[in-house]
Each structure stands twice: as structure tokens, then as C-alpha cells.
């Protein structure tokens, strides 16, 4: 068994399990809050999946923050617009200035991205900081109230404090907080399609897919929200439905024909897109029990990310509470200069974490039952919950937090 030797001139060695978008945001935000992170990763090396993905303005300020506008500007989509849609493609709101609106009262933007692009950006941006990135590298288990880590190779290494962002199927987090419950199936089957804008001939369409905008289309029987990434090459499109039948068929022929079959009393320039199809995934929605309340004393390992709540995307929270949760405890790392100060630290990050994670599962529930309301009402109950979570300043309340001790 070798130990792994993990130098640091300057103050915590911090170690990361999982270097998925959590993991490498944390380890950005560790390294700019001038503390050692290292990244142990299981794959043998990146391998970001997947299509779109929203940053509302809790999500960018933060990205901005840590210096990743440059390097995300050639491939971010910044939405004009705003659009609600019943599913029979009547336009029920319309909010023109969205961009500006969203600028104006959050002080940030709202992005959309492809998520390869998301992640591949936040790799750069923590390799040009200097973080250590070890692929190949399955963590089997976290040791010494956290201060160790086991590969499954059988190395190990030593460092102050863990971060745990192994993902919705954390092994880790049934491990160490005894959360026994493996994430479940929920009734909701989702689809994700990726629309090549060069394929796309119809007039109509054309205009939608060539605009700068968010599209969502709601009602009893589904969920469907649309826009732009790789900025505007594709368009995605992510469609949640009420479904309990088995997954069946994965390929993109059979996605696409059963899609097909859904959208035939939806607006019908949804079967448009359809003709465009550059790829289809289709997967049940899981929900990971809520995160453990408490903490014991003198742990020294936190979850951050989708395996401390993982989230049914409804208002599309996964990426910015994960980004959330790093910002959180670069903050408050900020304020430690030495091993003494880290439990004050790791139990205010906990508290913090576990109440905004409570709360947003809260508004998650109360949207998804309110997708049954006519739109009017709908709309109403989504704006309120658009503020609480836009509005949230991670650092800010970190550092208040951190002031005044809890
Ligand atoms: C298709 C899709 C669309 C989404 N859209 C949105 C959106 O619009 N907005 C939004 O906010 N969120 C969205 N999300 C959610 C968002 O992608 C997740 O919340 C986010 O990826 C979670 O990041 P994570 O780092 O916690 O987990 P992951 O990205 O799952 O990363 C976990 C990493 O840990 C590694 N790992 C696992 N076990 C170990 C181990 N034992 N040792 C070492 N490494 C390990 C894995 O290989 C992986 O790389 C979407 C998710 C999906 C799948």
C-alpha cells in the first residue's frame, strides 16, 4: 500500500472525491480560498455527458466570481426571451426583455450551456490554478473522522478535511452518513434531445432555434423546456412526463418514434424538431432521500453536489446548488488558518447547506404539484420561487454566517 504524498506550502490539504462539475467547482473555489485541493477521480479520465444545462444567477455569479467568463463566453447562450407555452403551444406568457430583466434585478445573467462545455471549462480553469487531478482513482473509503482516503488500489492519502461529490449514487454517502436508502425511482420518465440547427429546414422552426431564448411548454401531462447551446449550433430539449411502463428501447430511432407519439396532441412544432434529432437519451428520474440534519463532532468530510441532494430538475437546481455548495465552503475555508478553526467551519457549511438544500426541495415539490394549475396560477407560484433561489448570494451568506457565528 503506498501513501500518497500530497504537498502543500500553504495552509489545508483538501481532498476530493469525484471530479464530475461539483468536485472540480469545489476545487476551484478551495484553491482560490488559497488552500491545497487535490481531485481523486474514478474514470480514467474526463468524460462530461449529457446536454443542456441552465445557470440562473445563483449559479453564474459564482462562475463569474471564480474567473470562468472568458473562458465560457464562446460557448455560452445568454436567452433573450422568456416563453411559457401550454402543451398545445398557446403562449400563455411572454417575457421579451428577459435578459435584461433577469440582469437588472439579480445582477447576474442566466446562461444556458452545453454541459460537456460547462465542464470542460471548469477542468481548465483548475488546472491553470494548479489543482491536482488524479484519474483512474475509485475512492473505497474515507477514514480517521475523515482525514484519510482508501483508493480501491489500496493507496492512500492524509489530508484536513474530505469533500465527498461522488454523484446521485454516492457509495460514500451510504457509508458514512447511514443513509441507508439507495435513490429511488420517481413516477417521471425523462428525455433529453439534442436538435442540429443546421438540419432544421421548416420555416417556423427555424426562427425558434435561431433566437436567444427559453421555451417551456407545461401542463398535466408533461413538462418540456427548450434552448440553445454551443452557442446555437444545437437546441435542446428536455421533456419530463408521468410514465411507469419500462424503459424499454434506448436507441434514437425508438426514442424519437415514441416521442413522436407523445407529441401528437402537443404543439406540433415539437414533431418538427423531432426531424432534426442529433441525439435522444431517455432515463427514469430518481430522488435521493433528503440530506442527514446532523453532522457529528469532529468529522471532518462534507458531501457537496448531487449526493448531498440531489434534485428532480423541475427548476433545473442541480448544477447551481452543487456550485452553491462549493462557493459555501470556499467561503468559509477563507476564514480558517489553521486545523483548529476547521470544525467551526465544517459544521457551519453543513448547517448552511443542509437548510438551503431543505428549502429548495421544498420549492421543487410545490412547483412539480403545481404543474397540475391553469397557467395563470402556475406562473404565479413559479415567479416566487424564481426569487428565492436567484436571488441567493452564496458568498454573502457564508461570510454573514461566518460574522456572526450562526
Ligand atoms: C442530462 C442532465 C441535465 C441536467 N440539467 C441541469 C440544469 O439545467 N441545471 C442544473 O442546475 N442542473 C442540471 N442537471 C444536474 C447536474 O448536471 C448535476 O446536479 C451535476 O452534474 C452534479 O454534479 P456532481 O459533481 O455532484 O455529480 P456528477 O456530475 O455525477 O459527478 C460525480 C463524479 O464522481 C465520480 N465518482 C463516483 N464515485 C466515485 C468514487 N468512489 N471515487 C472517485 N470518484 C467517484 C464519478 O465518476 C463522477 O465523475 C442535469 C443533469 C443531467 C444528467
Redesign the pocket.
Known amino acids: 500500500m503506498t501513501e500518497l504524498s500530497v504537498s502543500s506550502s500553504t495552509r489545508l490539504n483538501v481532498l476530493i472525491?469525484?471530479?464530475?462539475?461539483?468536485?472540480?467547482?469545489t476545487a476551484i473555489s478551495v484553491t482560490l480560498a488559497e488552500h491545497k485541493a487535490t481531485v481523486?477521480?474514478?474514470?480514467s479520465r474526463s468524460?462530461?455527458?449529457?446536454?443542456?444545462?441552465?445557470?440562473?444567477p445563483n449559479?453564474t455569479r459564482i462562475l463569474s466570481r471564480w474567473g470562468m467568463n472568458e473562458i465560457l463566453e464562446p460557448v455560452i447562450t445568454v436567452p433573450e426571451t422568456f416563453q411559457l407555452h401550454s402543451l398545445n403551444g398557446e403562449l400563455v406568457s411572454l417575457r421579451e426583455n428577459f435578459a435584461q430583466e433577469v440582469v437588472k434585478k439579480y445582477k447576474s445573467p442566466f446562461w444556458?450551456v452545453h454541459?460537456v462545455d460547462l465542464?470542460t471549462g471548469l477542468l481548465r480553469r483548475a488546472r491553470d490554478l494548479g489543482v491536482d487531478i488524479h484519474y483512474s482513482?475509485?475512492?473505497?473509503k474515507v477514514g480517521n473522522e475523515g482525514t484519510t482516503i482508501q483508493?480501491?488500489n489500496g493507496d492512500t492519502c492524509r489530508g484536513d478535511l474530505v469533500v465527498i461529490?461522488?454523484?446521485?449514487?454516492?457509495?460514500?454517502r451510504l457509508e458514512l452518513f447511514g443513509m441507508t436508502a439507495n435513490p429511488q425511482p420517481t413516477e417521471y420518465m425523462?428525455y433529453?434531445i439534442t436538435v442540429d440547427v443546421a438540419r432544421v429546414h421548416d420555416q417556423e422552426l427555424l426562427e425558434i432555434v435561431n433566437t436567444p431564448q427559453c421555451r417551456t411548454w407545461i401542463g398535466p401531462g408533461g413538462y418540456v423546456v427548450g434552448y440553445p447551446i454551443r452557442a446555437g449550433r444545437l437546441f435542446c430539449l428536455?421533456v419530463i412526463v408521468k410514465d411507469n411502463s419500462n424503459q424499454g428501447d434506448l436507441s434514437l430511432g425508438a426514442i424519437t418514434e415514441e416521442l413522436k407519439l407523445r407529441f401528437e396532441k402537443w404543439d406540433r412544432i415539437l414533431i418538427t424538431m423531432l426531424g432534426a434529432v442529433q441525439r435522444a437519451?431517455k432515463?427514469r428520474l430518481v430522488q435521493v432521500p433528503p440530506p442527514p440534519l446532523e453532522t457529528s463532532p469532529g468529522e471532518m468530510y462534507v458531501l457537496?453536489?448531487?449526493?448531498?441532494h440531489?434534485?428532480l430538475?423541475f427548476l433545473?437546481?442541480?448544477?447551481?446548488?452543487?456550485l452553491e455548495d462549493a462557493a459555501t465552503l470556499g467561503s468559509l475555508l477563507g476564514n480558517v488558518t489553521s486545523t483548529t478553526q476547521l470544525p467551526k467551519a465544517v459544521v457551519m457549511y453543513h448547517k448552511l447547506r443542509t437548510a438551503r438544500a431543505m428549502r429548495i426541495l421544498e420549492e421543487t415539490d410545490a412547483y412539480r404539484e403545481n404543474l397540475q394549475l391553469t397557467n395563470g396560477e402556475h406562473e404565479k407560484t413559479s415567479c416566487k420561487a424564481q426569487d428565492l433561489i436567484w436571488s441567493y448570494d452564496a458568498y454573502k451568506e457564508a461570510e454573514v454566517a461566518y460574522l456572526t457565528e450562526l
Open positions: 472525491v469525484g471530479g464530475g462539475l461539483c468536485g472540480l467547482a481523486f477521480e474514478a474514470a468524460h462530461p455527458f449529457g446536454s443542456g444545462i441552465q445557470s440562473s449559479g444556458t454541459r465542464q482513482s475509485r475512492v473505497s483508493l480501491t461529490a461522488d454523484g446521485t449514487w454516492s457509495a460514500l425523462c433529453r428536455q437519451n432515463w457537496a453536489g448531487d449526493c448531498y440531489s434534485l430538475p433545473a437546481q442541480g448544477l447551481n446548488m452543487g
